[in-house]
């Protein structure tokens, strides 16, 4: 199993970036993809949640910014962050869990999204 995150990178306060997963080997039917956020000295922070049904879950105080997608033909999921703000910036991670499990076995490797003010 492969969790390949892309599309971080340095972006303005305001700014916009989408950040992609993609999933390869995935051996559960029913499974949940998730975005964290890991700041220095913090512990990842849960973002926003898909599964393969399309079912999403936000943290309330993203809702408004993030939106969490997915294209089940390409494997992908997707986080498109709009207004970026300086505490936005951290490593973005995605996992990826069987449905109904609370630990995820399948991380990806993180990319850093540094927003400047």
């Known amino acids: 199993v492969q969790l390949v995150v892309s599309g971080g990178g340095l972006v303005q306060a305001g700014g916009s970036l989408t950040l992609s997963c993609t999933v390869s080997?995935?051996?559960?039917?029913?499974?949940?993809v998730g975005w964290y956020r890991q700041t220095p000295g913090q512990q990842r922070d849960k973002l926003a949640t898909?599964?393969?049904?399309?079912?999403?879950f936000y943290v309330p105080s993203m809702m408004r910014r993030f939106t969490i997608s997915r294209d089940n033909a390409a494997n992908t999921v997707y986080l498109q962050m709009n207004d970026l703000k300086p505490e936005d910036t951290g490593v973005y991670y995605c996992?990826?869990?069987?449905?109904?499990?609370?630990?995820?076995?399948?991380w990806g490797q993180g990319t850093q999204v540094p927003v400047s003010s």
């Open positions: 898909i599964t393969n049904a399309g079912t999403r």
């Open positions: 080997g995935n051996p559960f039917d029913w499974y949940v």
């Open positions: 996992n990826l869990k069987r449905v109904g499990e609370v630990i995820a076995p399948y």
